[in-house]
């Protein structure tokens, strides 16, 4: 497999304060740990490019746009909500997060690798059409899967959320519309409040979005069968073009932000299991990004686990 991967010291600059949870140390942390494994020099890496305002708006409303620039430029200490903390930087590192992972898509559209990951961050898939919350500026995986469409001519595209906390950004962007399938495995009722069994999509997608609440204290069994009975079944009945996951880690036994009980090695399966979908349906392509956790060594090594997973080399222990 080439695997292809992106990041930045630059993602540093977004600082979020003292005491928050999405704080520079995630990837400062993780990129550490992956440049200590022996087959870190064995990925591809793409270089990080801020996008162009208008990739932005491809899902999101020009309004909020304006907001986070004028914000950002004033030095306001949070964007629209006060879990979004930022800096006068934020509003560029936001760009740049959004488009590390449009290069990363080319990258894997255009066949130059199979598939790749982008350690980013703000995170994005709790940012709405025309609001940004829990973290997130604006939703990276969202204006990825709009621009290849418009851009590589995808005609199916397949997102998979992993995260803790469900997608609500996500889903509703995508809730209507049926050539984006939105699959969630989060806690619930957890935040934001959203993600019920019965959110199925509405008008021509309904049936297009999927939702799998997990309970506080659900772990590696309960995920394996949800796995198993709908999100894998689901994935080979849409057969899609390209897979892209919202690949959060704060499911992990040790994450603060969470109670659900997975184990590092579970992050290695689930990834497994999603390649063997990519390698029957969508020549293995699969995007993955960055979105949260909280615990510092549980999300390096998950992260760890999960790109050597898709390099075909040995998980991190």
């Given at each position: ?9 630059r ?30 020099t ?9 996008c ?52 990363l ?7 130059t690798?199979?598939?790749g ?33 418009r ?24 809730e ?26 509405i008008s ?8 799998c609440?997990m ?35 704060d ?21 497994e ?28 090594h ?16």
């Amino acid at each position: 497999m080439k695997t292809a991967f992106t990041s930045d010291r630059r993602f540093l600059d977004h600082d979020t304060g003292s005491g928050h949870p999405e704080r520079p140390a995630r990837l400062s942390h993780t990129l550490a740990h992956l440049k200590a494994q022996p087959w870190f020099t064995q990925l591809q890496v793409t270089a990080a490019s801020a996008c162009d305002p208008d990739c932005l708006t491809s899902v999101h409303d020009a309004a909020l746009v304006e907001r986070a620039r004028t914000s950002c430029t004033r030095g306001l200490p949070y964007l629209d909500t006060p879990d979004v903390a930022i800096s006068r930087e934020s509003f560029d590192i936001a760009r740049l997060a959004a488009g590390s992972v449009l290069a990363l898509a080319d990258t894997i559209a255009d066949g130059t690798a199979d598939n790749g990951f982008a350690l980013v961050r703000p995170p994005g898939h709790h940012a709405e059409h025309d609001a940004a919350m829990g973290f997130c500026l604006f939703n990276n995986i969202a204006i990825a899967a709009r621009h290849l469409q418009r851009h590589h001519g995808l005609n199916k595209i397949l997102i998979l959320d992993w995260d803790v906390h469900h997608g609500n950004g996500t889903q509703h962007l995508f809730e209507e519309d049926p050539s984006v399938f939105y699959i969630s495995l989060h806690q619930y009722p957890h935040y934001p409040g959203t993600g019920a069994r019965s959110e199925d999509g509405i008008s021509r997608g309904r049936g297009a979005t999927l939702n799998c609440p997990m309970t506080a204290g659900a772990g590696n069994a309960e995920y394996t069968q949800a796995f198993s009975e709908k999100v894998l079944p689901a994935i080979n009945d849409y057969r899609p073009e390209m897979i892209l996951v919202s690949a959060g880690f704060d499911a992990h036994q040790d994450d603060p932000l969470g109670s659900i009980n997975l184990s590092t090695e579970h992050y290695q399966w689930m990834t497994e299991a999603l390649m063997d979908c990519a390698n029957q349906h969508c020549d293995n392509r699969i995007l993955s990004v960055l979105e949260g956790g909280y615990h510092l060594d549980a999300l390096a090594h998950s992260v760890s686990a999960h790109i050597g997973t898709l390099a075909g080399i040995s998980a991190d222990p």
